[in-house]
C-alpha cells in the first residue's frame, strides 16, 4: 500500500509543479488570509478519485471537501491535504506539499507528504518507520538550545494571536533560533528529518498534520496537542511536536502560563 500512496502522491505533486498563471485562479474562503486556487481543487479531485482506487471502501477527509460526517466511524479514512503551504504556493516559494494520510480505525497507519519543488518525499507507517527519499530517518537528539524552533502563526485565527506571541516570547530565548515556513505538513517533516528540534502552532486541521504525525512520530518525535494530550485526528487542534526532550521541555515551559 505504502507504494501506491506514493505513486499517486508524485502525480498529485506533478500537477502542483506544472501549474501556471495561478494568481489568476486564486479566490478568498473564509478571509483574505485563507485562499484556495483551482489548483487546489484540481489536485484534490485527483487525489480523491485515485486513493478510492486503491481502497473502495475508505473515507475521504480533504481540505477543499464536504464530506465530513461519519467519518470517524469508518474502518479505513484518508485525510488529505491537496496543496499544503497554499500562500506559500501562490507567493511563489517553493515551500508546498501533497499529504497523503491514512488512518485506520482512528489512528494514523500511513503518510506521504511530497514537495514537489525539490523532490523531497517523505512517508512513514506505522511500526515500520520513517524515510526521506527511501532513506531512514530520525528525530535530533541536540538540546533546545541547539536545535531550530519551527511556529505557525495560525493566522486564520484571530483570537489566537496572543497565545501564539505567548508561546513564541517564552520559547524564542530558549532556541537556536526560529523559522516558520507556512506548511505545517513539512514542517513535521523537517522534525522527522532532524533538521529542527520542535514545532508548534495553536490550531491546525488534521489534513495538515495527519500524514506529518506520524512521519515524525515514527522518526521518533513525540506529538501532542500543545497541553500534551493526544492529537485528534477529526477536529481542529494545536499541535506540539518535537524530540523526545525538546517536546518535554516546551510543553513544562507553555503550561506555566506565564
Ligand atoms: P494550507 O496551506 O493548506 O492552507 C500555516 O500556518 C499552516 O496552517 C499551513 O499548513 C496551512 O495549510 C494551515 N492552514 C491554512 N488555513 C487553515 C485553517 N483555516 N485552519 C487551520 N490551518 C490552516
Ligand atoms: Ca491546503
Redesign the pocket.
Known amino acids: 500500500m505504502l507504494e501506491r500512496l506514493i505513486a499517486v502522491t508524485r502525480e498529485a505533486g506533478g500537477i502542483i509543479r506544472s501549474a501556471r498563471d495561478v494568481d489568476s485562479s486564486v479566490r478568498e474562503k473564509?478571509s483574505p488570509r485563507?485562499l484556495v486556487t483551482n489548483y487546489d481543487l484540481l489536485v484534490q479531485d485527483f487525489l480523491r478519485r485515485e486513493l478510492l482506487k486503491l481502497l473502495p471502501e475508505a473515507g475521504f477527509l480533504g481540505?477543499e471537501g464536504d464530506e465530513r460526517e461519519n467519518l470517524s466511524r469508518k474502518e479505513w479514512v484518508f485525510i488529505v491535504?491537496p496543496?499544503?503551504?497554499?500562500?506559500n504556493f501562490i507567493q511563489g516559494y517553493h515551500n508546498s506539499c501533497v499529504s497523503v494520510g491514512l488512518a485506520k480505525q482512528g489512528q494514523m497507519e500511513y503518510g506521504v507528504v511530497f514537495n514537489p519543488y525539490d523532490g523531497e518525499l517523505y512517508a512513514a507507517q506505522r511500526g515500520k518507520g520513517a524515510w526521506l527519499n527511501g532513506k531512514p530517518i530520525a528525530c535530533t537528539d541536540r538540546p533546545l538550545d541547539h536545535s531550530l524552533l519551527i511556529f505557525?502563526?495560525?493566522?486564520?485565527y484571530r483570537d489566537l494571536v496572543g497565545e501564539t506571541l505567548r508561546l513564541f516570547n517564552a520559547a524564542f530565548p530558549l532556541v537556536q533560533d526560529i523559522r516558520r515556513f507556512?506548511?505545517?505538513?513539512l514542517d513535521l517533516c523537517y522534525l522527522a528529518a532532524g533538521k529542527a528540534g520542535a514545532f508548534f502552532?495553536c490550531?491546525?486541521?488534521p489534513w495538515?498534520y495527519a500524514a506529518g504525525s506520524l512521519i515524525a512520530r515514527e522518526a521518533g518525535c513525540t506529538v501532542t496537542q500543545l497541553d500534551g494530550s493526544p492529537i485528534d485526528l477529526f477536529n481542529?487542534c494545536g499541535i506540539l511536536a518535537g524530540s523526545p526532550g525538546a517536546w518535554r521541555e516546551l510543553l513544562a515551559l507553555f503550561q506555566k502560563g506565564e
Open positions: 473564509s485563507d481540505e491535504d496543496i499544503d503551504g497554499t500562500t505557525g502563526s495560525a493566522l486564520y507556512g506548511s505545517a505538513a502552532e490550531r491546525l486541521c495538515d481542529k
